[in-house]
């Protein structure tokens, strides 16, 4: 590099600093987490007010896209703090300009964030997706349904000279009994896990095969209880249903808080 060169780099302004906040907590002292944030590792600390705290790292005022790495640290930093916290999630790339305005979110609504606390304190989420083997549940329901059954018989045996309005009042019936089945599949498992489970909330379901995508409050005390029910409907169900179980997490699916806040950028 040049002198030119040098002189030019020097007098470039450095990125201005903002504060990338990951959570809210009850802590007031500060709170080193170590170099685990977003963007390389940077530091992960708190900023205090009374006796909540904000946990933030350092960062260029940036607009941080949802990559892969950039949602793990995201999630690595929550995860961590929730080891020893009860928290407040905030939403991934909630970059604030100065520490100054970290302490205005705090004090403008120290109220509410200690209102959440309080009822989600020493909670934690799970989730949970349920997934069927459709070829196995038609037949199940075949084996189970009396009217389906002779009708399906009645088809295959007059194969040549059955109507096309047979085959739709089959698809008809089918459809209505797969329906039926799903809702009693998930009202059954809503049902065992009411008891091991402060709460639940039920996310739009994906794909042809998913029935229940759910996401469930669990009290810390009642962790391995909920965990053992889980496994235990999971072997009820394994000749049909497949279980996908997550977590712990902090319970992202239920905080609401709205929050005017002015875009940092």
Not at 222 to 248: H, N
């Amino acid at each position: 590099m040049t002198a030119a060169e040098s002189a030019a780099a020097a007098a470039e302004p450095s990125p201005v600093e903002g504060k990338y906040v990951y959570c809210i907590i009850r802590n007031d002292r500060s709170k080193e987490f170590g170099e685990i944030g977003i963007g390389s590792g940077s530091r992960v600390y708190t900023v205090s007010f009374k006796d909540l705290a904000a946990v933030v790292s350092d960062t260029p005022i940036v607009i941080y896209d949802p990559t892969r790495e950039n949602v793990l640290a995201h999630e690595f930093v929550n995860e961590t703090v929730m080891r020893e916290f009860t928290l407040i999630p905030m939403s991934f790339g909630t970059v604030f300009r100065s520490e100054n305005d970290v302490l205005a979110l705090l004090r403008s609504t120290y109220q509410a964030f200690t209102d959440v606390l309080e009822k989600m304190q020493d909670k934690i989420e799970f989730g949970l997706k349920i997934l069927w083997d459709r070829d196995k549940v038609v037949a199940a329901i075949e084996r189970e349904n009396d009217e389906i059954r002779r009708l399906k018989d009645e088809i295959t045996r007059n194969a040549a000279s059955s109507t096309y309005f047979a085959r739709m009042q089959l698809g008809r019936l089918v459809e209505a009994a797969m329906e039926e089945a799903s809702n009693r599949y998930v009202a059954d498992i809503h049902e065992q896990l009411k008891d091991v489970s402060v709460a639940s909330r039920s996310n739009k379901v994906i794909g042809d095969r998913m029935i229940l995508n759910a996401a469930f409050l669990v009290d810390r005390r009642d962790e391995k209880s909920f965990d053992e029910r889980v496994k235990a409907i999971s072997l009820q169900y394994e000749d049909l249903l497949t279980f996908k179980y997550t977590g712990p997490w902090p319970p992202y699916n239920f905080v609401n808080i709205k929050l005017k806040l002015e875009k940092a950028i």
